[in-house]
Structures are given as structure tokens and as C-alpha cells.
């Protein structure tokens, strides 16, 4: 059998993508190299992950919203948070909140009674946000792919593949299998992006961050709670984590040259400890650990031929900011309805080209971001001056209102404005005239189509007709994920047929 498309890597990004490709309508087999394990280090606080307004959104239009907001940490709801010490203190969400943060820049926390939550676009999230452990979304977004019928095949590794009259040959697990397209979801350190001959240029990392669940024969000499700073860098205990053993979590400056693949050493995590800590205190037993860094890189191209890449294959940069799950995600979901209707030859080749020029900006966005962050990090004593001018904006309601909307990654557009406003944005979520919500459609992956024009014979299955409650007149097209392709004040046929035949192909 040839599949339509071989992904790479049931990461988040990888099963987000397959997922994305059934609704498309294509065949899809992911390779994930790792056994079907659960993974201690994507549990509970040790593997939260911040999710951002695109991500939401995401989960929102395909209806996954209620799953993954049951299983996160904490949820800042969809009413502005509420004020600084407003929380019981009782659960982590109170804990979170009650603290009166929202999140960090390099560290330095935001207040939540800093940010103006009345700025339009802050005000107009209305589904909240919150953190979740990476493995509970990698459990429900894998039930989600198999309920759509993906193929799923665990303890695989692709290391190898050719492409050859139009077909991609992939070696993986001692054997071959065939595909129209392979795309590469495979992580950082990823092969396909490695074997295909993508350049991956950036900066070198200067910053390492080791976490791992341990026992400490004396863990009195820690503090607990809060990140502890030192001239070294800082390191954090406890927190969140669950079960006997805590987890400690370091955060270096000036080391960042280390061998990655390598796996993180009792002695190796042990030394960070007493570096940052200041202490002799020693590691009796480490039951997992983990290592990153700020090495920031991103390919300048996403395609080669038949080959993709997506998520941390395509960009790497520091956790800092909370941001590459998200980037991550926003990937598949660009990607998935393009390469569904090319490989079903609906579509020309070129609307897969608009995937890199569509994301690769965002991603060189949020680079800048966190290399911000982590260049604010280092510990010398400009680097404090600058910190301490830093620390005074987010002090401030313009400055901690910025910031917390780049965290949430509002703004994020494909498209200058055009005629009308949102063209390029995420479509807001209308009132409709049948008494639904926009965001109730397109549940399939259809495009939607707004306004009084009917749509022409031959579209049906791939899109939705609606009419805005508020503004019937007004003509739009909603692709697939969401985002606003085209928009009129006063739509004809003929526009609304190329906007059409641009986006998904042929009738
Ligand atoms: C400490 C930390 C905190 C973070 N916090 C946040 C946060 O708050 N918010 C946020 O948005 N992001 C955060 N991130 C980043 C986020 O975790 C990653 O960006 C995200 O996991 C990338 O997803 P992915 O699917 O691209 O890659 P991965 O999650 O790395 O998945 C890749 C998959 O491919 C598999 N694979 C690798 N090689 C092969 C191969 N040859 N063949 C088959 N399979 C293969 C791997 O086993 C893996 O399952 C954080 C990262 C770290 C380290």
C-alpha cells in the first residue's frame, strides 16, 4: 500500500497533523520511535506546557476543548483572571493564580492587576487559557487520531528514506513502507530534517536546564517553592510535583556547549545542583532526567520536494516564553488541510509552498522572543542594569499588557489587513442567523463560507454556508483552521469563487 502522507513522530505536532490529514481526507501512517510508554517526565508539573489563544482555538473548532481543559493543571477561565491574592491557596489553580501572576518574562513575573484585560484583544479570548502536562495531551490528542482512523505504529524509527517518481520510500523499523509525502515531526534533534538536507541555522546555545526526579540525601539544605537565584543561575524544588521523590530543576548561564544526545548523569545533575545551590548536597538516586537549552534554529525553508517538516523539527529555541508546543501545533494545523488537498490532487502543489510562507514568519516571531528572554538571562552586570529597567515596564499596565499578549499569542496573522479587519486573523467567533456560533462548524475540517452569496455547485462536503447575524451582508471564507482567507463588504460570486479556488483548489 502507498500512503497519502508518512508523518514522522506522534509528538503532539505529529498526531495534531495526522489528525488533521484524515479530516482531509487522505491516508496516514505515523512512526514514533519510542515504545507506547508513558513518559514521567510529560506528567503532572514536570511536563506542563502553556497553551496559547491559537492553540485554544484550535482544540475549540475541532472540539477537543472540554477534554483538554478537564485534564489541565490550571485554567485562567474565560473571565479575566482575577485580582493579585484573589486566590484560596487551596488548589494549584488558587496556588497559580492566587499568586497574582500570569506568567514570565525571562523570569521576571507579570501581575495579573497589571494587565489592562479591557484591551480589545485580550477581552475578545473569551475561552481562557491554561497549562496542561504534555502527557495528558498526548493521550487525548492519540485517541483522537485513532478515533479518525489513523495508523499508529510505536517502537519504529525512520532512519532513512528516497524519493522516486513521485513517492517517498521510508525505511523505519527494518523495513520500508510508501508514501506520496513524508513530513518530519520527529523533534528537535530530527532525522528527516537531518537526512533531507534542510539547513538549520542560528545561534549557538549559552543557557542549559536540567530537570530530573530525584532523592537527595539531605534535601533540607535546599529551599523549596520558588525559584532560588545565584550568581550561577537559579534552581527550583518541589513545586507541583507529585509522589516521594521531588524534582529538581536547574537553569545555567555560560555552558550551553553540551553534548545533547548524551543522557543527563546522577554526577552531571548532581554538580548543577551544588553549582547553582551553593551547597554539597548530594543525589542518592535519579529516576529520570532530562536536558535543554537556548540553542535557537530554524529552517529556512519547511519543504523540500516531497518532504516536510513541522513543530521542533522545523525551529528549536529555548522553553523560555512557553511558546514551541504552540508554534508546534499552529504548524499542523496550517499544514494538514494544504497537504490533504494537494495529495488528493485538489489542490495545486503551490497552496503547500503557502505553509512556509505562512508560518516560517511566525516562527522567526516567537525566535526573537525568546532569544530576548534568554539574553536578558545572562548574569553579568549590563545584563542586571537592563533587567532592572525590565523589571519597571512589566510594572506597568502598557508593559505587562504587551507581554502577556505575545504570550498568548495574540496578533498572530498570516496576512496584512485587508478590505476588512481580520483578514489573515483567526475568524472571531460570529453570532450566526440559525442561533449557532461560528465556531459550532468546521468541526470536519470544512472551510466556511459567510454571507449572501451562495456558493457554486461542486463544493459540496468541503465547505459550510453561514450568514453573521450582525453583519449579513458581509462575505467570507473561513479555511479550515480557522483563519480568515478572504472577506468583502459587498461579496459577488465571481469574488467569492476565486477566493475559493485559491485556497482549496478545484471544485
Ligand atoms: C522544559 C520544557 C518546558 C516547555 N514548556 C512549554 C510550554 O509551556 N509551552 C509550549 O508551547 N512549549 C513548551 N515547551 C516546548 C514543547 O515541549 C515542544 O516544542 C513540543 O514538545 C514540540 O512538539 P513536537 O511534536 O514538534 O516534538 P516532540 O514533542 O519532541 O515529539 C517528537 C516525537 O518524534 C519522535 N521521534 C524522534 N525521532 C524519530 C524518528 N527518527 N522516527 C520516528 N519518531 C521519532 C520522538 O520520540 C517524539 O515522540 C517546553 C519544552 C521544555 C523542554
Known amino acids: 500500500m502507498v500512503f497519502d502522507v508518512v508523518v514522522a513522530g506522534a509528538g503532539p505536532v505529529g498526531l495534531v497533523l495526522a489528525a488533521e490529514l484524515r479530516l482531509g ?62 486566590g484560596a491557596g487551596e488548589s494549584e489553580e ?3 493564580l492566587g499568586g497574582g501572576f500570569i506568567g514570565h518574562f525571562s523570569g521576571i513575573p507579570i501581575r495579573i492587576d497589571r494587565v489592562d484585560w479591557a484591551d480589545p484583544d485580550l477581552a475578545s479570548n473569551g475561552l481562557g487559557g491554561g497549562v496542561i502536562a504534555q502527557q495528558d495531551l498526548l493521550d487525548i490528542l492519540l485517541a483522537r487520531a485513532r478515533e479518525l482512523g489513523v495508523e499508529i505504529r510505536f517502537d519504529v524509527s525512520v532512519t532513512g528514506f528516497a524519493e522516486e517518481g513521485g513517492e517517498v520510500r521510508v525505511e523505519a523499523g527494518g523495513s520500508q513502507v510508501s508514501a506520496r509525502w513524508l513530513v518530519g515531526c520527529d523533534g528537535g534533534r530530527s532525522t528527516v530534517r537531518r537526512l533531507a538536507g534542510f539547513d538549520f541555522p542560528g545561534t549557538a546555545p549559552e543557557m542549559v536546564g536540567r530537570a530530573a526526579i530525584v532523592d537527595l540525601d539531605d534535601p533540607a539544605q535546599l529551599s523549596t517553592g520558588d525559584w532560588v537565584e545565584s550568581e550561577r543561575g537559579s534552581y527550583v524544588v518541589g513545586g507541583w510535583q507529585e509522589g516521594p521523590s521531588p524534582r529538581v530543576h536547574t537553569v545555567e548561564y555560560g555552558g550551553g556547549e553540551v553534548d545533547r544526545s548524551a543522557p543527563v548523569t546522577v554526577e552531571e545533575m548532581q554538580a548543577s545542583l551544588r553549582r547553582v545551590s551553593g551547597t554539597d548536597v548530594a543525589i542518592t538516586k ?11 534554529r530554524q529552517a529556512s525553508t519547511y519543504r523540500k520536494g516531497r518532504v516536510l517538516i513541522a513543530g521542533d523539527a522545523a525551529h528549536v529555541h529555548s522553553p523560555a516564553g512557553a511558546q514551541g508546543l504552540n508554534l508546534g501545533l499552529g504548524d499542523a494545523m496550517n499544514l494538514g488541510w494544504k497537504l490533504a488537498a494537494v495529495a488528493r490532487k ?111 455547485e461542486g463544493w459540496e462536503g468541503r465547505v459550510v454556508s453561514l450568514v453573521s447575524r450582525d453583519h449579513p451582508e458581509v462575505g467570507a471564507l473561513v479555511r479550515p483552521d480557522g483563519y480568515v482567507a478572504w472577506a468583502s463588504a ?18
Not at 542594569?385 to 502598557?398: C, I
Open 25 to 86: 481526507g487522505v491516508s496516514v501512517l505515523v512512526l514514533e520511535r519510542d515504545p507506547d510508554r508513558v513518559n514521567p517526565l510529560k506528567q503532572g508539573s514536570m511536563g506542563a506546557r502553556g497553551l496559547n489563544l491559537p492553540s485554544v482555538f484550535a482544540f475549540h473548532r475541532r472540539g477537543l476543548l472540554p477534554a483538554v481543559r478537564s485534564a489541565a493543571l490550571m485554567w485562567a477561565g474565560d473571565e479575566p483572571p482575577p485580582a493579585a491574592g484573589g
Open 94 to 96: 488558587d496556588e497559580f
Open 286 to 296: 535519579m529516576h529520570l532526567g532530562t536536558r535543554y537549552t537556548d540553542n535557537t
Open 346 to 456: 485538489l489542490a495545486p502543489e503551490s497552496l503547500v509552498d503557502t505553509y512556509t510562507a505562512e508560518r516560517h514568519p511566525i516562527g522567526a516571531g516567537v525566535q526573537l522572543w525568546s532569544s530576548a528572554q534568554s539574553a536578558l538571562g545572562r548574569r553579568d552586570e549590563r545584563t542586571a542594569a537592563l533587567r532592572s529597567v525590565v523589571e519597571d515596564l512589566l510594572d506597568t499596565t502598557a508593559g505587562a499588557t504587551y507581554v502577556v499578549k505575545r504570550i498568548f499569542g495574540v496578533g498572530q496573522r498570516y496576512a496584512p489587513p485587508g478590505d476588512l479587519p481580520f483578514v489573515g486573523a483567526l475568524a472571531p467567533d460570529l453570532d450566526l442567523t440559525d442561533g449557532s456560533k461560528l465556531s459550532d462548524h468546521g468541526r470536519s475540517g470544512e472551510a466556511l463560507v459567510l454571507g449572501p452569496v451562495p456558493v457554486s
Open 490 to 507: 459587498s461579496p459577488s460570486p465571481g469574488e467569492l469563487d476565486a477566493a475559493l479556488t485559491r485556497w482549496l483548489g478545484r471544485p
